[in-house]
């Protein structure tokens, strides 16, 4: 059974984890098509969006504990540390695949998001939950630790604190709270239309300057260099003026209309 299906519709990919009768958790079959589907889109040039939402009660309940049985009787050395997609494993890439795709990555969340569900939307650039969802790093109630790439994810969103006593406590928060705390970007009492909503707005701004700006806080997020981050900035910049899709945005903000890039 296809655990992820993806639509692809007016520059707007929609990834759907499709598993809801299990509430989406996640089975080793499930995190490949994950990774699988954000593969998919790094080369697309026809998507400017992508929205990630979960088919059911819930966006996604985190591991599915019936493999926690077949994880006890494998090696865990074999099974965790390998890296298989750069720096990192399967469980890892398919929250960081996320940040791969060269578009704005939106995450529609309900019901519950729990650990590797979690991890999973921290990849995204944005979160929109709606306020009864609940939401956990759930991986101390198993006794484990984030391994599903948040490490790199999470620094980024939340602040030290908040991010260690969610971490040791496996506590859930609902999603105000989880706002608060930097997990959430926004609420909605229909978080999968105002993605949508999202996605779309930005589909009709620049193709080359939205991929731009990612790629410029992604590097920004990840280096220290003051000096590299602002020639990055220029060089960034120097690529995108008088190119046609600028040349497109400023003739259609004189003409008042909507661009229409090629």
């Not at 019936?66 to 390998?82: S, W």
Request: aromatic share 4%.
């Amino acid at each position: 059974m296809a655990r992820v299906s993806t639509v692809i519709e007016n520059h707007v990919a929609h990834v759907t984890l499709t598993r809801g009768d299990k509430m989406n958790a996640l089975d080793v079959e499930m995190v490949d098509s994950i990774i699988a589907a954000g593969e998919a889109l790094i080369d697309n040039d026809d998507v400017r969006a992508v929205v990630v939402s979960g088919e059911g009660a819930a966006f996604c309940a985190g591991l599915d504990v019936m493999n926690f049985a077949k994880f006890a009787n494998q090696d865990p050395e074999g099974l965790v540390m390998p890296r298989t997609h750069g720096n990192g494993n399967s469980f890892q890439e398919v929250s960081l695949v996320w940040r791969r795709v060269p578009v704005p990555v939106i995450f529609a969340l309900h019901g519950v998001c729990y650990g590797g569900g979690m991890q999973i939307a921290s990849g995204g650039d944005i979160r929109i939950a709606h306020p009864d969802t609940k939401l956990a790093i759930m991986e101390m109630k198993w006794g484990l630790v984030p391994d599903m790439g948040g490490m790199i994810t999470f620094p980024h969103l939340m602040r030290a604190d908040h991010l260690r006593r969610l971490t040791y406590t496996a506590d859930q928060v609902l999603a105000p709270q989880a706002m608060e705390m930097g997990l959430v970007t926004e609420l909605s009492d229909d978080p999968l239309q105002a993605a949508q909503d999202l996605a779309a707005k930005i589909a009709l701004k620049s193709p080359s300057a939205i991929r731009a700006a990612k790629r410029l806080l992604e590097f920004s997020e990840t280096s220290d260099d003051e000096a590299a981050i602002l020639l990055k900035e220029s060089r960034e910049q120097t690529d995108l003026i008088g190119k046609p899709h600028q040349m497109e945005v400023i003739a259609a903000n004189m003409q008042k209309r909507d661009p229409v890039f090629k």
